[in-house]
């Protein structure tokens, strides 16, 4: 999941009711409110349980407003190390590549995050924003557990990545699992829904997780309200036929 609470409040309160409810992967960056969300999980959360990951990025910045990649060796280093601090962690589980950097070679962002997986700060690599034949490249540059690419049943960029996690035994973070607000075929997914007594948004998330066993949804998560409707998405099961028109209507 992904925290999107408003306040500090709120998301101490969304953080602890996800772990109450067995949430155990929570997706953060450091870029998210200037580190304002890796400090709340810590001050909610932290002394962590034990079958928690948390898995945060590094390699953007704010600039203007707006977030700009930064690839650079030095800058993900620094960058780890404050989320190490704000975090309270002495390595983080999953730190994941945020963006390539067109003005840095890919080997170099990735080699920096290699060096700090084996100085036992990071126990493992990830990226995010990378598709197709360059992702397949990753491979000859260094060990990856996970990939976080934009998809959703709205979205489908990414279905031949979705096929090589599989094949290559990655897991698959679908950000925007759900389309960023904007689903397809609405009075389908409707229809769906009301034969399963859910939400359109659960239907979206449930045809995730039966598109792949790779797949890991990281919903944003505004509310416990929204965080109960998420969660229950995992108890859906969508037949074959269904999670084919689905993606029918889609594609």
Not at 187 to 194: D, K, M, P, W
């Amino acid at each position: 999941m992904r925290v999107l609470a408003r306040g500090p409040d709120a998301a101490r309160a969304v953080l602890r009711r996800a772990v109450e409810l067995g949430v155990n992967f929570i997706d953060t960056a450091d870029v998210y409110g200037a580190g304002a969300s890796e400090e709340a999980i810590a001050d909610a959360l932290h002394p962590y349980p034990s079958e928690l990951v948390i898995a945060t990025k590094g390699g953007q910045v704010e600039v203007g407003g707006r977030a700009q990649a930064n690839g650079r060796p030095e800058h993900l280093r620094d960058a780890c190390e404050a989320s190490l601090r704000r975090l309270r962690v002495e390595a983080i589980e999953l730190y994941q590549l945020h963006s390539p950097d067109p003005d840095v070679p890919l080997e170099e962002s990735l080699g920096a995050l290699a060096e700090l997986r084996t100085e036992g700060k990071v126990r493992h690599v990830g990226l995010s924003n990378v598709y197709g034949p360059a992702l397949e490249a990753v491979a000859q540059i260094t060990d990856i557990v996970s990939v976080q690419n934009n998809y959703s049943v709205a979205s489908r960029r990414a279905d031949a990545d979705v096929a090589y996690c599989e094949s290559a035994g990655l897991a698959f973070i679908p950000y925007f699992p759900l389309g960023g607000g904007t689903l397809p075929a609405p009075e389908l997914l409707a229809g769906v829904a009301a034969g399963h007594q859910a939400t359109p948004a659960q239907i979206a998330l449930a045809w995730l997780l039966h598109r792949s066993p790779a797949i890991v949804p990281i919903p944003g998560t505004a509310s416990e309200d929204h965080l109960s409707e998420n969660v229950g998405a995992a108890a859906i099961r969508l037949s074959d036929e269904e999670a084919k028109l689905l993606g029918a209507a889609a594609g």
